[in-house]
């Protein structure tokens, strides 16, 4: 399998607005991990700084990113511009010829008709051409977004020119907080150092590493494109796949420290069992056992709050015990993973 590791810039900016919105969960899940994690002064600054942002396009851009982070790789497309061992700029992301732009637009109807309105392709591109308020009805019911993220989708769809403008004039917005709050020059000179301090024999077995402790195996005829991030250089996002490559947007301290070496058997194990052991997500694995859900279903069951809810999702998702389809947020048992901590569990125990 093809692996390319660099660093996109504008992914560490998307995990910075992902910390202003959920820092708590964020916490408490690196904590439950083992992690205390310590956010820097300047990505403290960015999130007073991001929630304090009163403007109606920029709450619309935040809000949609956040909610839809996972199309971000739609919108900024990594396999276009990285190259392994090499780092882009923002401002390069976001140089979108007509080309691009209406690539970017035909991925975008592609994702958006599969994962989150159930039709095909042609189906949507074709109401789009006869019956554009249908659509936006489509649009509007959406589960689990908001109605900024909802108008935003429906620029995209119907007014794509100007929804790519009000996406970059946005992103040079918020590029500013970036860089007023000081955030950008300490992830810059955090990749820099990393960059010429680590070979790229290092950065490989460190990703085969990650992928071994959470028993992934990616398609290899797809390339795996790693873009490092540092805004929470502890944090990964998981591994997404989209129809022409796999993406992994992974923390410089994880391929430093926590997957310099493979990981034991035993601190897996351990690991799992704590995330088990939690009475809440004892009972939402149970749950997903009978059948795949969304959050919102799991909160309903529990009783537990949004925030408190995907807390525990992402306990779980790290510890390898469940599947997140990102583009629809459908949350499904990993049977594999219980499987094998039984066989695990009786080969330690000699049972």
Do not use: C
């Amino acid at each position: 399998m093809k692996i390319v590791a660099g660093y996109f810039e504008i992914y560490d900016l998307m995990m910075a607005i992902y910390y202003a919105f959920h820092s708590e969960p964020v916490r408490k899940s690196l904590k439950s991990l083992g992690v205390d994690f310590n956010p820097a002064q300047e990505l403290l600054a960015f999130r007073e700084a991001i929630l304090k942002e009163t403007d109606w396009s920029t709450r619309i851009y935040t809000t949609f990113m956040n909610e839809f982070g996972v199309i971000s790789p739609v919108l900024f497309p990594v396999k276009h511009k990285m190259v392994d061992g090499t780092a882009v700029r923002i401002e390069e992301s976001i140089e979108l010829s007509p080309e691009l732009m209406e690539m970017i637009r035909d991925r975008f109807i592609t994702v958006l008709a599969v994962r989150r309105l159930n039709m095909e392709r042609q189906e949507l591109k074709r109401l789009l051409d006869t019956s554009p308020f249908t659509v936006t009805e489509k649009v509007e019911e959406i589960e689990g977004i908001s109605s900024d993220s909802k108008w935003f989708a429906n620029q995209l769809l119907l007014f794509p020119v100007k929804a790519m403008e009000f996406l970059v004039s946005n992103t040079r917005k918020i590029l500013k907080l970036y860089e007023k709050t000081g955030l950008r020059a300490k992830n810059l000179r955090k990749i820099s150092d990393f960059f010429s301090s680590i070979n790229s024999k290092t950065v490989k077995n460190a990703i085969e590493n990650y992928l071994d402790y959470y028993d992934l195996a990616p398609d290899a005829s797809r390339p795996l494109y790693v873009a490092l991030q540092n805004s929470i250089p502890r944090s990964n996002s998981g591994l997404m796949s989209y129809p022409t490559f796999h993406l992994l947007i992974m923390g410089v301290e994880e391929i430093t420290k926590d997957f310099l070496k493979k990981i034991p058997q035993e601190y897996k194990l351990s690991n799992l069992l704590k995330a088990i052991g939690d009475h809440s997500r004892f009972e939402i694995l149970r749950y997903l056992a009978r059948k795949p859900s969304t959050q919102k279903e799991l909160a309903d069951f529990t009783g537990l709050n949004k925030s408190t809810i995907s807390y525990h999702i992402n306990l779980l998702f790290k510890a390898s015990l469940i599947d997140i389809d990102v583009f629809n947020n459908i949350i499904t048992l990993r049977e594999e993973t219980i499987k094998k901590l039984a066989m695990a569990l009786g080969e330690t125990f000699g049972l």
